[in-house]
């Protein structure tokens, strides 16, 4: 993601005064020809730990309610969105939800943004009868029975096993190993999965190990010991933006270049404003398409741009389709129960990250992207690599960029 300073600067600003907390931009500007509204909650991590993925989501999450009401609105009515920050924390991102459900009324939510949050409301959200979607909560444990918790994103699995045919397929590597911070939920479920997923294909795991120590702390140097002795062909990394910035910069320092391989979370800023050339060569799971790929994909960089997001990551793209999707579902019904009937009729739904069908538990089935990082000039770009569709929907994918 890179941002134009002005244009950055402005929309802060317009955001300060006008959307944050509350409603979006288009219920602060007064009425026009629609014939109502319907208001949705939103809740991202503004504030705290993982702020800055809550930011790009929040861009691309009003991106897209600016392009439904540019479009008419969702049954003639205006979308708007009710905005709360959750502080990256998992009961404030519970007390968000009571206070959208009970006092605002809204019936259905986007966000809480990632897994650790998304899991903690799963009771709540059943309980208040209220339909909760997350933009990028891949974590296995998620979907159940009768759901009222969704997402937009892949799961873990569908992850694991797109990256092992990546590292398998792409450069022959035989073994690998992983290194996840234990610090959330997420990490520790994609670092067994990948290990069962590698394993199963016939690759070796040399060792699974978590970057904190007991007390929480970062032991990226004894862990880093432990990885030279192992010798593995990659590193599988798991981890949220800030801890894979610091596990790339600690390769850089220890002069190691075994090639990393990171997940879906990897696609932020964060990592490539402050990685530098150590980057290149990394692979990472991703949601996103090469620009020309495909119409859906197209519209949505074409408003980021205009917005001042010249290059949109994940987080952006998922928050975006996140609320093109609940907009689909509020065609069958705006009641809690007609938008998770709506959720779960979606079937082969093109968003900008890909077609994507809801199971009857809840989870998605959609594309899994791979991108690796390339030095273009001064510039790091993380260039379309690899596609790998859900079995039943696998489709001629296009190698290359």
């Not at 998620?142 to 450069?171: G, H, I, M």
């Not at 990897?266 to 996103?288: H, I, K, P, Q």
Request: net charge negative; hydrophobic share 40%; glycine share 8%.
């Amino acid at each position: 993601m890179r941002w134009t300073n002005t244009r950055f600067i402005l929309l802060l600003v317009l955001s300060a005064v006008a959307t944050w907390p509350g409603r979006t931009a288009a219920a602060v500007a007064g009425e026009s020809q629609f014939s109502g509204t319907i208001v949705l909650g939103a809740t991202f991590p503004r504030s705290g730990e993982l702020e800055y993925y809550g930011l790009s989501a929040y861009y691309g999450a009003t991106t897209a309610v600016r392009m439904i009401n540019a479009r008419g609105g969702v049954n003639g009515k205006e979308l708007v969105l009710e905005w709360r920050d959750n502080r990256s924390e998992r009961e404030q991102a519970r007390l968000d939800i009571v206070e959208l459900a009970r006092e605002k009324g809204v019936p259905a939510v986007i966000g809480p943004l990632l897994s650790d949050s998304a899991m903690a409301v799963r009771e709540t959200a059943r309980e208040l009868g209220v339909v909760v979607l997350s933009p990028m909560s891949t974590i296995d444990a998620l979907p159940e029975p009768d759901p009222w918790v969704f997402r937009s994103v892949f799961s873990n699995s569908a992850e694991a096993l797109a990256l092992t045919r990546f590292q398998r397929e792409k450069f022959g590597f035989h073994s690998c190993s992983i290194l996840y911070d234990s610090n959330h939920m997420v990490g520790a479920d994609m670092a067994t999965t990948f290990a069962r997923t590698f394993t199963e294909a016939g690759g070796r795991v040399t060792g699974t190990h978590s970057i904190r120590g007991a007390d929480g702390s970062l032991t990226l140097s004894a862990v880093l010991d432990e990885v030279e002795k192992e010798r593995p062909d990659f590193l599988f990394a798991p981890m949220y933006g800030v801890e894979a910035l610091s596990l790339i910069l600690a390769l850089r320092d220890r002069g190691i270049d075994t090639p990393v391989c990171g997940s879906n979370t990897w696609d932020n800023e964060v990592v490539f404003d402050g990685a530098g050339t150590r980057l290149v060569g990394t692979s990472f799971a991703s949601v996103l398409f090469e620009r020309a790929a495909t119409r859906q994909f197209r519209e949505f960089f074409t408003a980021m741009e205009a917005a001042g997001m010249e290059n949109p990551d994940a987080s952006a793209a998922c928050a975006y389709d996140a609320v093109m999707l609940l907009a689909k579902a509020l065609e069958t019904g705006e009641s809690a129960e007609e938008i998770r009937a709506g959720l779960l009729a979606v079937r082969n739904f093109n968003l900008a990250t890909g077609r994507i069908t809801i199971t009857p538990d809840g989870d998605t089935r959609k594309p899994v992207l791979v991108r690796m990082v390339e030095r273009q000039g001064y510039r790091l770009v993380p260039v379309y690599a690899e596609r790998y569709d859900p079995p039943a929907e696998r489709r001629n994918a296009r190698r290359g960029q």
